[in-house]
């Protein structure tokens, strides 16, 4: 066989092919071509990036405060309520929050809602000193034309907030 024998050449080819493979599959593993994020890790682990047990407060009073404004509302004092919520809430989340208080607005107007929010404890789950995540546990409470008695909710909601210009504002809502 000589060095221009087809079948070496396809040998050749597929090798090449099997170490760009390989190389490809260690730069996707490695976070190649990833847009690098801000690193948050877990508040309890060693390497946390938490820059003070005040900022720990910070974010778990923050978080609190978001909780019980974005999930409390009543009939006839829903656009304070919901104007309230909105000042602890960044740009993007305002806006996904008007979508979803649009229907509640017409609905609670209609049955009398009122809806009110206890926070009754918080865990830090990530933070840095720009961003951070809170499960925020609370007991909403909920009465209406609608209902045959008032309603008690146990609610869980994983909260995100960022850091903006020194204010702790909420970037997500998620309720569990």
Known sequence: MTATDPGRRVTAVLAGLVVLAAAVLVWLVTGGGQPSRPEVTSAESAEAA?????VKEQVREAAADAAARAYAYSWDTIADDKAAARALMTDDMQRRYDRT???????SRE???VVRT???????VTATEEHA???????QRSSGD???EPRLDLDRVLVTLENVD???LVSELDAL
């Not at 938490?50 to 005040?54: G, L, N």
């Not at 208080?101 to 609905?107: E, N, P, Q």
């Open 50 to 54: 938490v820059a003070s047990a005040a």
């Open 101 to 107: 208080m649009a229907g509640v607005t017409t609905s």
């Open 111 to 113: 049955h009398h809602t």
């Open 118 to 124: 206890v926070v009754v404890d918080t865990a830090l």
């Open 133 to 139: 995540r809170v499960l925020v546990f609370a007991n």
């Open 146 to 148: 609608d209902l045959a």
């Open 166 to 168: 020194g204010d702790w």
